[in-house]
């Protein structure tokens, strides 16, 4: 279909609907959670590859880490991708997110901070908002 990119990784688990794993979950290849996750969700590859996929229907409550994730439910935690993150249009995320590729449609919604990974791996610093570099400007307090 235009405009829809197809997951070229082979999706190998599933957490169902109506099931909920408590405890930290390391996966390899491809995982597509339609259930809750309580706890973190690793590749177990070092995230060099792998795919996670959250339906509409998923939840994950904790740190997430992979190389390409798809968000169309809702996360509650830290996200590393190192790679891509796409956030579909009904993505909800509470917390950072670190990403070298980003695709976000219309509707997702991140509460945190976005930051982008360098391609040559570092992270940016960031800078507050209020801060001025130029001696001629004085900020309130």
């Given at each position: 279909?235009?405009?829809?990119k197809?997951?070229?990784?082979?999706?190998?688990?599933?957490?169902?609907?109506?099931?909920?794993?408590?405890?930290?979950?390391?996966f390899s290849?491809?995982?597509?959670?339609?259930?809750?996750?309580?706890g973190?969700?690793?590749?177990?590859?070092?995230?060099?590859?792998?795919?996670?996929?959250?339906?509409?229907?998923?939840?994950?409550?904790?740190?997430?880490?992979?190389?390409?994730?798809?968000?169309?439910?809702?996360?509650?935690g830290?996200?590393?991708?190192?790679?891509?993150?796409?956030?579909?249009?009904?993505?909800?995320?509470?917390?950072?997110?670190?990403?070298?590729?980003?695709?976000?449609?219309h509707?997702?919604?991140?509460?945190?901070?976005?930051?982008?990974?360098?391609?040559?791996?570092?992270?940016?610093?960031?800078?507050?908002?209020?801060?001025?570099?130029?001696p001629?400007?004085?900020?309130?307090?």
């Open positions: 279909m235009f405009g829809k197809a997951i070229t990784q082979e999706i190998g688990s599933l957490i169902g609907t109506g099931t909920t794993v408590t405890g930290d979950l390391s290849g491809g995982l597509r959670v339609d259930g809750v996750v309580r973190a969700v690793r590749c177990s590859e070092g995230e060099k590859s792998g795919i996670l996929v959250i339906s509409e229907h998923g939840t994950i409550e904790g740190e997430v880490r992979a190389s390409h994730i798809v968000v169309a439910g809702r996360i509650q830290p996200v590393h991708a190192a790679e891509l993150i796409e956030l579909q249009p009904k993505a909800r995320v509470q917390g950072d997110v670190q990403y070298r590729a980003l695709e976000m449609h509707g997702a919604v991140v509460e945190g901070l976005m930051v982008h990974i360098p391609a040559e791996g570092r992270v940016a610093p960031l800078k507050l908002a209020a801060t001025s570099t130029r001629d400007i004085i900020l309130s307090k």
